[in-house]
């Protein structure tokens, strides 16, 4: 299984994994752009009803998209083209920003005088060593870093093989059809929150994130493929017990954290959004957050909203 911890961190996405990581990280496929071989990906979309007309629609993004999820579905279109404004987990400005990238590896950098080696099972330690070497990292440069920053630098760089890029995310294209037509692009948080929220993993949680990232390196990533074509599908309930259930169990403080505690944290900007006279909204954040009964779509429903999926693909099934 992919790592539950590590799944809780692609969580997070915004400042994680969509500002990019240094050059010596990164393992981004270049090359033309595919033609798309397949359907347009089924969308995880819902629509909320407000008062006097005014409407939110709820879209799930997989953070890390290959070319060949383009062109989005007619779905996404109509809420995009009907959509007023549009919101992410990050203010744009925030996510296209020079100082994201820095203000990550500040936080990364090791500081309390600890050798990684010390810090790590010999067994971890191990296979950290086989990777940098087939990796051409240099191990003494990633051992100035924490255990959770090595760990997300090897699942993105294994991710990147697999053609999954943060560049060709739907958060990024979005913001960028937002900017070309206009319409005005918010965050539901700051940049620095999110970065606050992986530093602030406990040391366990950090180890056992790396533990597992390398574990699946081993494994070929058959789990992150997985989740992507579950989001491709619009699979609601694989997403949801492969990302959320199990992670609910086994790791109730952090999932907790990563995820109940954000969603509260956004109803209130989202129910201002539903009031007379604010027109439309979309609202595009981590398929997670939309899911379950923790999930943004459930807890508006319990606010007393109508709530909608729109999937013109699943009615023709």
Same mark, same amino acid.
């Given at each position: 299984?992919?790592?539950?911890?590590?799944?809780?961190?692609?969580?997070?996405?915004?400042?994680a994994?969509?500002?990019?990581?240094?050059?010596?990280?990164?393992?981004?496929?270049?090359?033309?752009?595919?033609?798309?071989?397949?359907?347009p990906?089924?969308?995880?979309?819902? /629509?909320?009803?407000?008062?006097?007309?005014?409407e939110?629609?709820?879209?799930?993004? &997989?953070?890390?998209?290959?070319?060949?999820?383009?062109?989005?579905s007619?779905?996404?279109?109509?809420? &995009?083209?009907?959509?007023?404004?549009?919101? &992410?987990?990050?203010?744009?400005?925030?996510?296209?920003?020079?100082?994201?990238?820095?203000?990550?590896?500040?936080?990364?950098?090791?500081?309390?005088?600890?050798?990684?080696?010390?810090e790590l099972?010999?067994?971890t #330690?191990?296979?950290?060593?086989?990777?940098?070497?087939?990796?051409?990292?240099?191990?003494?440069?990633?051992?100035?870093?924490?255990?959770? &920053?090595?760990?997300?630098?090897?699942?993105?760089?294994?991710?990147?093989?697999?053609?999954?890029d943060?560049?060709?995310?739907?958060d990024?294209?979005?913001?960028?059809?937002?900017? /070309?037509?206009?319409?005005?692009?918010?965050?539901?948080?700051?940049?620095?929150?999110?970065?606050?929220?992986?530093?602030?993993?406990?040391?366990?949680?950090?180890?056992?994130?790396?533990?597992?990232?390398?574990?699946?390196?081993?494994?070929?990533?058959?789990?992150?493929?997985?989740?992507?074509?579950?989001?491709?599908?619009?699979?609601?309930?694989?997403?949801?017990?492969?990302?959320?259930?199990?992670?609910?169990?086994?790791?109730?403080?952090?999932y907790?954290?990563?995820?109940?505690?954000?969603?509260?944290? #956004?109803?209130?900007?989202?129910?201002?959004?539903?009031q007379?006279?604010?027109?439309?909204?979309?609202?595009?954040?981590?398929?997670?957050?939309?899911?379950?009964?923790?999930?943004?779509?459930?807890?508006?429903?319990a606010?007393?909203?109508?709530?909608?999926?729109?999937?013109?693909?699943?009615?023709?099934?």
């Amino acid at each position: 299984m992919m790592s539950l911890i590590a799944r809780a961190a692609a969580a997070l996405l915004g400042a994680a994994l969509l500002i990019g990581l240094p050059a010596t990280a990164s393992a981004r496929a270049d090359g033309p752009v595919a033609k798309p071989a397949h359907a347009p990906p089924v969308p995880l979309l819902w /629509k909320v009803s407000g008062a006097q007309g005014s409407e939110l629609y709820l879209l799930g993004s &997989f953070h890390l998209l290959k070319p060949d999820d383009y062109p989005v579905s007619a779905d996404v279109d109509s809420a &995009f083209n009907a959509a007023d404004r549009l919101v &992410f987990e990050l203010p744009p400005e925030q996510m296209s920003s020079p100082e994201l990238a820095t203000q990550m590896m500040q936080a990364a950098l090791r500081r309390d005088g600890r050798l990684l080696e010390n810090e790590l099972d010999a067994d971890t #330690w191990r296979r950290l060593q086989a990777w940098s070497a087939a990796n051409n990292m240099p191990l003494e440069r990633l051992a100035g870093l924490k255990p959770w &920053f090595i760990g997300l630098t090897i699942s993105l760089t294994q991710m990147a093989q697999q053609g999954l890029d943060a560049e060709a995310g739907l958060d990024r294209h979005l913001m960028e059809r937002a900017a /070309k037509a206009g319409k005005a692009a918010t965050g539901l948080e700051t940049a620095a929150s999110q970065i606050s929220m992986l530093d602030g993993m406990s040391a366990e949680e950090q180890r056992q994130l790396l533990r597992e990232a390398l574990e699946q390196v081993e494994k070929g990533d058959q789990q992150s493929r997985r989740l992507h074509d579950a989001w491709r599908r619009g699979d609601a309930a694989l997403l949801w017990n492969e990302m959320a259930a199990q992670m609910k169990r086994e790791y109730p403080r952090l999932y907790q954290r990563i995820n109940v505690d954000r969603n509260d944290a #956004w109803l209130a900007p989202l129910q201002r959004q539903l009031q007379g006279g604010q027109g439309t909204t979309l609202v595009v954040v981590g398929a997670l957050h939309l899911l379950g009964s923790d999930g943004v779509v459930e807890k508006l429903r319990a606010k007393g909203y109508t709530v909608e999926r729109i999937c013109s693909a699943c009615k023709r099934r």
